[in-house]
């Protein structure tokens, strides 16, 4: 199966190297394109520009950083728009609100192509193990086409229906992830500042209901003060972000995302945008 991959951020090139492992014939662009050499070494092709990649492939990934750059992609000079066309897919994965998405797939429908989004979840390590959880929405023939793709990219996908769907569920969970990563910054400070030890913390919370993954490989490193960049501090916030507006269109008082924002805002005007989301600890 052949496959353009559009945004070779973290993720996206996680992903691509994938997908080329395991047979895929992959050509990929990067708005910054040294980022595309190493893809290259793997046996990657590179297009010049999205709209490039669109008319070569005819299924095309986009694993983009936000809404902005989603639709600048589509919509821009040498777009997708420019390229897409009947019997041609679309499957933007990156994380961005229903209203984006579906900015998209009109656009894309309108000129005979198919679109999906299919935003994941997981992280850095799940994208190079291929375990990431898939939460498509849209046309649902594209959707079963790039069950190969899924397959690799994953570990479970699901088809949540009309387009939108995939964009608020992830928007959800992220939602929930930056609350519970704010607790824990907080129970870490806590217990530091009162005289108790944050690995015993971290050992006792393992062992109770709260126990979960997360806590298990960011916290030892945010006792360090380490934070390397898997999923990015700014992008959490975005997430964030993005989620109160949902909450603010269908009413839903949502205070304990509202603080955790405000955390993640704090954490990106201290100049921390650009490590991981667990360096909302040093707020
Ligand atoms: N990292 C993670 O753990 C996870 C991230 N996500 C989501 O996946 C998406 C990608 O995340 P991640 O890979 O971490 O992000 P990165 O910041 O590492 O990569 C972002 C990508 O978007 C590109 N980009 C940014 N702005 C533009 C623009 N205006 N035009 C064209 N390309 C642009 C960047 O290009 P350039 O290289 O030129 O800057 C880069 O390829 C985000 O939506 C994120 O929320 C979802 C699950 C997990
Ligand atoms: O969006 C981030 C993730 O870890 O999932």
Redesign the pocket.
């Known amino acids: 199966m052949e496959v353009g991959f ?8 996680a992903m691509a190297l994938n997908l080329l492992r395991n047979g895929f014939r992959v050509t990929v662009w ?3 394109l040294s ?1 595309c050499k190493e893809l290259v070494e793997q046996g990657a092709y590179v297009g010049e520009t999205p709209a490039s990649v669109i008319n070569k492939c005819k299924y095309t990934i986009a ?4 809404p ?2 989603a639709l ?2 589509v919509f821009d000079k040498d777009g997708v728009l420019e390229q897409i066309c009947s019997g041609k897919g679309y499957i933007d ?4 609100d229903a209203d984006t998405s579906s900015k998209i797939s009109e656009a894309i429908t309108e000129k005979g192509g198919y679109f999906l989004e299919a ?6 390590k799940p ?1 190079e193990d291929g375990q ?1 959880v898939i939460l498509a929405a849209g046309e649902k023939a594209l959707y079963e086409e790039m069950i190969p793709a899924f397959n690799v990219l994953g570990k479970k996908s699901f088809f949540l229906g009309q387009v939108g769907n995939g964009a608020k569920m ?1 928007l959800v969970v992220n939602m929930i992830m930056g609350c519970m990563m704010s607790a824990l910054s907080e129970g870490l400070s806590l217990a530091d500042r009162s005289g108790l030890n944050e690995q015993t913390l971290l050992d006792v919370l393992d062992l109770g209901g709260i126990a979960n993954p997360m806590f298990k490989l960011k916290g030892p490193a945010m006792i360090q003060s380490n934070y390397p ?4 501090l ?2 959490q916030q ?2 964030m972000r993005l989620a109160l507006a949902l909450g603010d269109e269908n009413a839903v008082s949502m205070p304990v995302a509202a603080a955790a924002n405000e955390a993640f805002k704090k954490a990106r005007s201290m100049g921390l945008g650009d490590l991981d989301f667990s360096a909302v600890h040093e707020v």
């Open positions: 559009l945004g070779l951020g973290i993720m996206g090139k990067n708005r910054t980022k694993m983009l950083s936000d902005s750059a600048s992609v994965m990156s994380t961005v935003p994941v979840s997981g992280s850095k994208a990431l992830k960049p898997a999923f990015p700014k992008h975005k997430d």
